[in-house]
């Protein structure tokens, strides 16, 4: 595996004090504005630094230029060519995220390693060759579905705005192919009844409606609990899928998991009365 890339719907913000930034104007010296960006730079390194963790001979790299999501990579370190990355049959241990929206779901991109990327361009757009370039390409770049950052927790704390939050995150699954119309309408008839209560402070009625989607979301998966949010069984390592595939299961599983953590968190603070 040649790296790991990842996208994850949220924005981030500044951290305090970091240098914001800075807006090009004519009224600014060059060697000002040139000076504004590099400290903004700094702030985002640092940034960078504090909410991604790489394992040994492997570096970070993040995209916080778009609007509405981030993306998140690891690539192998440029000081050392000789490290290839993951070889088949290997694991590595080491990466991680530190952030603190709650997890949904998106797809991690990977490529196998080779030694020249081939950059495709002036090739047939139809036929067979097009059609052996199509499958070449994917089988070497796999998207496995992977809990991300995805759902700011509301400030101040509103429980029926982040029940709101979560089933926002939860319809967007359909266009990912991780959830069917039929399960994704039944957990929104939990969803809704879930927002009724919260905004009701009903504690009993929000203790229902969790019950309701995670008997939903578990039914669908031998074995999966709350125990199991952050480290499934190795039997259930996620696989990857096709992007932008019609769902194949009625609920993904790594998706199921994602679900209940937020569920969990939700109802932990409703009986928190806060």
């Known amino acids: 595996m040649a790296y790991i890339w990842l ?75 000789t490290y290839e990355g993951v070889a088949i049959g290997k694991t590595v241990n080491g990466f991680a995220i530190t952030r603190p929206e709650l997890p949904g779901v998106m797809f991690a991109e990977t490529e196998g390693a080779t030694d020249s990327r081939m950059i495709l361009g002036g090739l047939p757009e139809s036929g067979p060759i097009a059609d052996a370039v199509k499958i070449m390409v994917d089988e070497d770049t796999v998207w496995t579905p992977v809990m991300v950052p995805a759902i700011a927790i509301p400030q101040p704390y509103n429980g029926a705005e982040l029940a709101r939050r979560i089933k926002a995150h939860t319809n967007y699954w359909l266009k990912l192919g991780l ?86 968190y939700l109802l932990t603070r409703a009986y928190m009365g806060k």
Not at 11 to 27: C, L
Not at 233 to 246: G, I, N, S, T
């Open 7 to 81: 996208r994850a719907p949220i924005v981030v913000s500044p951290i305090a004090g970091a240098a914001p930034k800075p807006v090009w104007s004519e009224s600014v010296p060059q060697s000002e504005y040139h000076k504004l960006y590099d400290q903004y730079l700094e702030g985002v390194a640092a940034q960078e630094k504090a909410t991604l963790t790489a394992p040994p001979k492997w570096h970070t790299r993040w995209n916080i230029k778009h609007d509405g999501y981030i993306e998140f990579g690891w690539f192998p370190s440029p000081k050392n060519d």
């Open 179 to 264: 959830i069917t119309q039929d399960t994704l309408d039944r957990l929104n008839r939990g969803f809704d009844s879930l927002i009724a209560a919260q905004t009701n402070n009903n504690i009993s009625g929000t203790r229902a409606a969790v019950k309701e989607i995670l008997q939903e979301a578990y039914g669908h998966h031998r074995g999966l609990n709350h125990n199991k949010h952050e480290e499934d069984d190795d039997e259930h390592d996620a696989e990857p899928l096709k992007r932008k595939a019609p769902a194949t299961v009625p609920l993904n599983r790594v998706a199921a998991r994602a679900l209940s953590f937020d569920l969990t």
